[in-house]
């Protein structure tokens, strides 16, 4: 559990921005642009309240427990894809693989990790995996990624449908963010990425290597084209429309993800918890719908479940968990929210996952209008 005066997830923030350089805090921190979504993805959950009810169930213990694509997991709250784990602590994306599995609950892996698909399944095998992916511009580099997931055990791909390029961050600009010449993105083989020639600047090369994958022509039928060649669930990451999630289901998908990328891409998209009730609506229980984007706090899980979601995965906090201590950090940060969500439901009258339903959280204008 928390060790010292580090009792909540802005405890674990506040002691990242303080060790990590700024090269790497800033790429983990921004948000594109003026960061209005980034700011808004955390203050939306405080535009929610809850309707507890009392003396209906006995809450003397919690059950957390459910499952995700078939699979069992001990609470609703996974880990999503974020890239170059390393930068927040040598054993990065094989100590938060560790730590997941250690909590019995979901990691997804980034393509763009800094330890491969196979390293981060050889550390914690009995771990339930998923397999970030795009289809990149070149179908054999997308295929092969996939095989070697499959091979590896992942149980799912996680399909980023959000980044047709890289959205505008302000302040990697400004650093001329780079990925520290120790490091590398390790799906890919060296020789699949060049440093851009100029002396000391290997890392922005792979920035660049990183951008020359994504492929902004692709459409929905691309996506059938992906389901067509694996048997794992194909769960879309980055909808924010009933629309999208319609044409989602519609493509067969498994699963969908309301995600706005950490407000990293395009500026200005709403929260993400407050597009969850327009997506679950359209997607009507035809698949399992999950959410991220600012979670921070057991009661930031519940309102999610509340309104709708399965379940919901963290993106920053693992890294400032990392940042603090690897595996330890990553897995106290997974055990403040599961036992702030256990203590969040023995508040608002729920024993397990099946109790929490849309009459427990409403929007705050519902008390704008008294019925006086
Ligand atoms: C540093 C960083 C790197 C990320 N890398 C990826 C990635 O490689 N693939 C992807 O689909 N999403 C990526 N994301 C988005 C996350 O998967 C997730 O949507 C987001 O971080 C959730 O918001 P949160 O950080 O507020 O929890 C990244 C986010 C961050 C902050
Ligand atoms: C230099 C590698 C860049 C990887 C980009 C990963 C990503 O999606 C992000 O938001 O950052």
């Known amino acids: 559990m928390a060790t010292g005066s580090l009792v909540c997830l802005d405890d674990f923030e506040k002691y990242a921005f303080g060790k990590l350089d700024r090269n790497a805090l800033d790429y983990y921190r921004s948000g594109a642009n003026d960061e209005q979504s980034l700011r808004d993805n955390r203050a939306a959950f405080g535009r929610y309240r809850f309707r507890p009810r009392f003396l209906q169930k006995d809450v003397s213990k919690r ?65 339930l ?22 091979r590896s055990g992942y149980k799912a791909l996680v399909l980023t449908v959000d980044t047709p390029m890289f959205g505008r961050r302000l302040a990697d600009t400004r650093n001329k963010f780079t990925l520290p010449p120790h490091l590398r993105m390790a799906n890919f083989k060296q020789a699949d990425y060049k440093s851009d020639g100029v002396k000391g600047r290997k890392g922005s090369g792979q920035s660049k290597f ?59 998209v709403p ?26 706090t057991g009661t930031d899980v519940l309102k999610a479940l509340a309104l709708g979601a ?26 403040i929210l599961r036992d702030e969500l256990s203590l969040a439901m023995a508040l608002a009258g729920c024993a397990s996952l099946s109790d929490i339903n849309s009459s427990l959280v409403v929007h705050q204008s519902y008390y704008l209008h008294p019925k006086l």
């Open 310 to 335: 399965k379940a919901v995965f963290i993106g920053r906090p693992a890294l400032y968990g990392l940042a603090y201590d690897g595996e330890a950090g990553v897995k106290t940060i997974l055990q």
């Open 129 to 150: 995996r998923w397999f970030q992916i795009c289809i990149y511009r070149d179908r054999e580099v997308t295929k092969e990624l996939v095989r070697r997931a499959e």
């Open 63 to 127: 059950d957390l427990s459910t499952r995700i694509q078939g699979q069992p997991v001990d609470f609703p709250v996974g880990i999503a894809p974020t890239a170059l784990q390393r930068m927040a602590h040598p054993d990065g994306e094989v100590a938060t693989g560790r730590a997941a599995a250690a909590m019995k609950t979901c990691m997804v892996l980034s393509t763009m990790a800094t330890s491969s698909i196979e390293e981060v399944a050889q550390a914690s095998p009995e771990g």
């Open 210 to 268: 990183a951008a020359s994958l994504l492929n902004p022509s692709l459409k929905w039928t691309d996506v059938r084209w992906l389901k067509q060649f694996t048997k794992l669930p194909i769960i879309v990451k980055g909808i924010l429309t009933g629309e999208d999630a319609v044409e989602a289901v519609r493509t067969g998908v498994d699963g969908i993800v309301v995600s706005n990328h950490g407000a990293r891409q395009l500026d200005g």
């Open 271 to 296: 929260a993400t918890i407050d597009v969850l009730p327009e997506v679950v609506r359209a997607v009507n229980g035809q698949c399992e719908v999950y959410l991220d984007g600012g979670v921070r």
